[in-house]
């Protein structure tokens, strides 16, 4: 009987980025989305971990190192070692950076294939398709398209989701059973309609489990493919990349689970897997199927995100629209380019990035609301006694709502939830969006009651009243602080010891007003 992990123990996993090139905006993206999704969930209590790594195996890798002439380990080190340096550059709080070039993990996929294998869902046969090099995928007639290749004028045959260029192969290789799991599947989305966000992606996916689908071939001959891991018990054949490559997410969790632990996954399934929408086949049809093959639970969600275009095209290395993500972050600092990407990054549709908008969100919301109300109602002028201030303002809540409070008031009062609803679905921009408008709403409050003006009267009730602002407009800026802390932390973290919040009472339980 599988026994399940602690229910408190919360699994988030970046996809592993593919060596061939250094990392770019996009991956940038993926890791702070991801990041703002485990730091949520630190907030709400939950014992957190977080994967991410590099995909080292494949035929598109080899053929990149022999061009390069370089050693294939050593070409895929160089690679790793940037995504790893972005990763930190980020603040990315992964707590295991997996390599599927690491020996634990050859272990893991040795096991697992073998698994496969034992249960009978592996068989040998002969495969012939359209193979994409780029994307390490087959692809069926009606999943390709021919024409003029812009770049060459040559006209040839395409991958349609991808773009990528493909070749027919044919040759003999393991496959798996995958057309037995059709309906397994789309009855785990029915059932589970929040398993696959947002609906445009989990409705992709229903509509190729419905239009039907061959087997999986699960290996390449040695002869071509050499850098991966030798099927077991048969030297001329390697494991499919992709098999090789979603295994990564047992082996972060010490995957195969020993009889010491009593078989028993700490972590494992995942929680959320954050990947882009290119990615979803794989991680919404083929890793299910696998897991469900080989008697291991499947994974709670996966949250495709969109992509980022510039002038809305495509970034593209020959357009030279791609964006540097080190330069990104020392052009306008860490925290502030987090924020942005979450706030303008899509979900469902594609984020648009261009440096005029940075700038646009750094001021009107980082600036012109977050620290400027912040330092209006810290002004020295005012004389703030962060410590008594709120007990004065308490007690006279308890007895009088003052009509200039109410607006603020509700607006506070709705804030955590309204928020809540939002970042748990992985809208987190949207969210944003909201704690920016309590935020506006908080600014014309100060504006309308003008505190540095009451704070020059001397009579008992301006200065009670004087309390009562203070108390709302910093109130409004506590509880931004700590919700934004899973997008900004380092400047919330600076912004909450300036407030006096006590590091104990920086949980989303005290995000309530």
Known sequence: ??????????????????????????????????????????????????????????????????????????????????????????????????????????????????????????????????????????????????????????????????????????????????????????????????????????????????????????????????????????????????????????????????????????????????????????????WPALLMAAGLPLPKRILAHAHWTMGAQKMSKSKGNVVDPFEAIATYGLDPIRYFMIRNGGISDDGDYSSEEVLVRYKKDLIGQLANLASRCLSKSLCVHLDGFRGIAEQQLDHHIDARDVSLRAVLLELPNRVKERFDVGEFGRGLGIVFDALAVANKYVADNEPWMIVKQTDTASKARLQTVLFYSLEAVRLAAIMLQPVMPLKTELLLNHLSVSKSERGWKYARF
């Open 1 to 286: 009987q599988r026994r399940e992990k602690d229910a408190n123990n919360y699994f988030v996993t970046q996809p592993i980025f593919y060596v061939n090139s250094v990392p770019h905006i996009g991956h940038f993206y993926t890791m702070v989305l991801a990041d703002t999704i485990k730091r949520y969930a630190d907030l709400l209590g939950k014992n957190t971990k977080m994967s991410g790594g590099t995909d080292e195996h494949g035929l598109k890798i080899q053929q990149a190192a022999e061009r390069a002439n370089e050693d294939t380990l050593g070409f895929c080190t160089r690679y790793s070692d940037k995504f790893r340096e972005l990763m930190a550059a980020s603040n990315a709080s992964v707590t295991d950076f997996i390599r599927t070039s690491d020996p634990r993990h050859h272990r893991a996929v040795t096991h697992f294939w073998e698994l496969l294998v034992e249960r009978g869902h592996i068989y040998k046969g002969r495969h012939e398709g359209w193979y994409a090099v780029s994307d390490e995928a087959f692809y069926t007639e009606s999943q390709i398209e021919e024409r003029v290749d812009p770049a060459t004028g040559r006209r040839g045959r395409f991958a349609v989701e991808s773009g990528q260029p493909v070749e027919w192969v044919s040759e003999e290789n393991y496959k798996f059973r995958l057309s037995a799991f059709k309906g397994r599947l789309i009855e785990w989305i029915e059932t589970n309609p929040d398993v696959i966000y947002p609906d445009i992606r989990r409705n992709e996916v229903l509509g190729w489990l419905n239009s039907g689908f061959d087997d999986l071939s699960v290996s390449r001959p040695r002869s071509r493919l050499k850098w991966g891991v030798p099927v077991p018990n048969d030297a001329d054949h390697t494991i499919y990349v992709w098999v090789d490559a979603l295994v990564n997410y047992a082996t972060v969790d010490s995957y195969p689970w020993a009889a010491s632990s009593g078989g028993k996954p700490t972590f494992f399934p995942p929680d959320i897997q954050v990947v882009g929408k290119d990615i979803v086949r794989f991680h919404a049809v083929y």
